[in-house]
């Protein structure tokens, strides 16, 4: 049974994948905002719902630590798993807001979980907020900064005439796919994880972070085989934003999150950070401002390298 969740997850996941990016880029025509803005607020949103919804779970039933492996875990499989996936797909091109606010802002909101959690060992409702209010600010000047100025070749012009109610459909049959894809797909991984006596812990930096890092996965693959990479890069670096500043932020608000895995904060949380750095060096590294095959692979490599690393620890 567990082999049909994972099965059945996947499916749900593609499909959703598809459905998201569909109703993003039509909304950025009709909205006139770009489409990276659009990447990293309504899909980005969308493709973290699965990390969210564990996550206040897991702390509605007296488990949040939870929360901070799935996310830790997660943010690390969005860049070593699907970004890497991604670029071998097709070629990422970086641009300018990258540099100038996008990856400066997700390094500052990994640096700051790293800070509030190794200060006391846990996540406060204070600190939870001050994560989620960020996160607000940075929508509200993404929105406000950066209209369309994306070069739209190779986009489908008749999804600029699609009409707001089948863009809406769109993006509810997108959510609801992605939803319970991932619910499924994370059922089936830790039926199987528990089946082979791995800890929990493990389980959710490993199984779980890559079962909700999936639907970032398929629409990132999706994004980037119909040439739209600003969303595809856009997403990946909007979500992990939103794991830290929602997931976390609002979890830690109705729960404190305390750090009961010492690995987190000694290694997996290092491993964040140094992922999150390789996507600037990547980006400088010949051929410059663009993340291909190559590039790809090593991303790939690097988190194959870090799962081996857990499951030896």
């Known amino acids: 049974m567990s082999v049909v969740y994972l099965i059945l ?30 990447g990293m607020t309504v899909v980005s949103f969308a493709t973290s719902a699965p990390e969210l919804l564990v996550s206040l779970q897991a702390a509605l039933k007296g488990s949040p630590a939870i929360a901070i492996n799935n996310v830790v875990g997660s943010n690390i499989a969005n860049i070593g798993l ?13 641009d300018k807001s990258f540099y100038k606010l996008t990856w400066p802002v997700m390094m500052l909101f990994s640096i700051a979980l790293y ?19 960020g996160l607000i600010v940075f929508i509200i000047y993404l929105i406000k900064t950066q209209k369309s100025t994306d070069d739209l070749e190779e986009v489908d012009d008749t999804l600029a005439v699609v009409s707001n109610f089948k863009i809406g459909i769109w993006l ?14 994370v059922k089936g991984a830790t039926q199987i994880a528990t089946s082979l006596g791995v800890s929990e812990a493990v389980i959710g930096v490993t199984m779980i972070a890559i079962g909700t890092s999936v639907p970032e ?15 595809s890069l856009g997403n990946l670096i909007g979500s992990n934003i939103f ?12 729960k404190t999150i305390p750090v009961t895995e010492s690995l987190i904060l000694s290694r997996d949380i290092f491993w964040m950070l140094i992922f999150a750095a390789l996507v600037l060096v990547l980006g400088l590294l010949p051929k ?26």
């Open 9 to 38: 997850g996947f499916v749900l996941l593609v499909v959703g994948g598809e459905f998201l990016v569909r109703s993003s880029v039509a909304m950025s025509f009709k909205l006139n905002i770009s489409k990276i803005v659009i």
């Open 172 to 185: 509810l049959i997108g959510a609801a796919a992605l939803y319970f894809g991932s619910e499924w797909l």
């Open 217 to 231: 996965l398929a629409a990132s693959v999706i994004a980037a085989a119909k040439k739209e990479k600003a969303i």
């Open 82 to 94: 699907v970004l890497g996936i991604t670029a071998i797909v097709g070629a990422i091109a970086i």
């Open 288 to 313: 410059q401002h663009e993340i291909g095959k190559i590039k790809g692979f090593g991303l790939v490599l690097i988190y194959a390298v870090f799962i081996i690393l857990v499951f030896n620890g």
């Open 115 to 133: 800070y509030f959690l190794w200060n006391d060992n846990q996540l406060v409702a204070v600190e939870g907020l001050v994560l989620f209010v």
């Open 243 to 254: 794991n830290i500043g929602s997931v976390l932020g609002l979890t830690s608000m109705i």
